[in-house]
């Protein structure tokens, strides 16, 4: 039988228990580091399903292995499984039920759907060779678990020759998946920057160095290096996310503390970012009286799509999806995601599963308090990683 049909059968044969299982994971969000209720489900599905699979005995990671008839390649699937700190606004019968916590980036998903897989990979394996890892990635969130997931043995017996990952994507509708060649996802930084005066009485400015009109230039300010400093046709975004300063209305506080954000590809422009935000201070130092000092700390790097595994993937799932289903290219994206450190050992290809409902003009982005994501997805994602798992391995 042809593979494809015989994924698209098994896809749709497991797709109601999945289901199940993701209207579950996304009742019982749980925080970075803290999956354990999620990766027992995980263990639960393999087990039931007869798969052979690895639990950290000191944390929440899960890896599960299939062979295929005969010795080969070794794919990598990745899915991670940790919620944010956010309390959940929509009204989706399978809300979350626990305070505060929420599946508000999709993880549930690439949980659910990665069991999926597994599930339809352990039923053809007779079609391919080779192994296929299914890395049950926590702490994403938190940058974290990728070292758990290689304590584990992740990348040796046998290495890794290429890992796979899918991201959910608010933007685009249900049932299509858009990926691109070269960078997919951004290299960020953070930066901190302390305001300080002398404190004082409201009244006289003149006297204290005014720290809550140099945080309100600086956010502003930096603004300018976006749209004046760097070259337009570069994407660089710089959101500051976190402002404190002040008591009451007739005291000028002594300090005032903004941090924020960097996001763009490519790891030269954060220094040139670094650069000018550092002019901006000094500028502004001069204009309020005021001491500023600002320091980066760099984080995650891009995400960079190898060119060739992007195009076989493209052209194997396109007669599965659809040709107008697979979107190519896809659009860069400027969030951070743990799994640049799968991609420094072996070529990857890191894709983004459309979610929203189509006749919905509203789009809520990735970690709002209103996300969703239609359950269609996991059908879509099921579909593309396993052919992908496939592709990869011939
Ligand atoms: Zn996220
Ligand atoms: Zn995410």
């Known amino acids: ?42 263990e639960k599905a393999l087990s039931q399903w007869g798969i052979k699979y690895k639990r950290n005995p000191h944390g929440t990671a899960v890896i599960a292995y299939i062979k295929g008839k005969g010795e080969g390649k070794c794919v990598g699937l990745r899915g991670d499984m940790d919620a944010l700190p956010i309390q959940e606004l929509g009204n989706l019968p399978y809300k979350s039920e626990v305070d505060g916590v929420m599946h508000a980036c999709g993880h549930d998903i690439h949980t659910a759907s990665l069991l999926g897989t597994a599930y339809v990979l352990s039923q053809i394996s007779d079609m391919f060779t080779g192994t296929v890892k299914l ?168 995400i960079i799509n190898d060119a060739e595994l992007v195009e076989a993937f493209v052209n194997e799932l396109r007669p599965l999806l659809g040709t107008d289903k697979v979107i190519k290219p896809g659009t860069l994206f400027l969030a951070s995601d743990n799994f640049f450190r799968f991609t420094e050992n072996a070529p990857s290809v890191y894709f983004r599963v459309g979610v929203r409902r189509p006749d919905d003009k509203t789009i809520f982005a990735l970690h709002s308090p209103e996300f969703y994501a239609e359950d269609g997805a996991l059908l879509t994602s099921i579909l593309a990683l396993s052919r992908g798992a496939v592709t990869f391995l011939k």
């Open 1 to 42: 039988m042809d593979i494809n049909r015989k994924i698209l059968e098994l896809g749709e044969v497991i797709y109601p228990e999945i289901m199940e299982i993701r209207h579950e994971l996304h009742r019982h969000p749980e925080l970075s580091e803290k999956e354990f209720n999620t990766a027992e489900r995980v």
């Open 135 to 302: 890395c049950f990635q926590p702490g994403e969130e938190k940058g974290r678990g990728y070292e758990e997931l290689v304590e584990m043995g992740m990348l040796e017996d046998p290495p890794v020759d290429a890992f796979l990952a899918a991201h959910t994507c608010p933007d685009t509708p249900v049932g299509y998946i858009h990926v691109k060649e070269g960078p997919a996802m951004s290299a960020s930084s953070q930066f901190s920057v302390t305001f300080t005066g002398s404190g004082g009485h409201a009244a006289t400015p003149h006297l204290c160095g005014d720290t809550i009109v140099a945080l309100s230039k600086f956010v502003l300010e930096i603004q300018s290096v976006v749209s004046r400093r760097i070259n337009p046709i570069e994407p660089v975004v710089i959101t500051v996310g976190k402002v404190q300063s002040g008591v009451r209305s007739n005291i000028m506080p002594k300090a005032a503390y903004i941090e924020g954000t960097i996001r763009t590809p490519k790891r030269e422009t954060h220094t040139l970012v670094h650069e000018y935000m550092r002019q901006c201070i000094k500028s502004i130092n001069l204009s309020t009286g005021t001491e500023g000092e600002i320091s980066f700390i760099m984080g995650s790097d891009s």
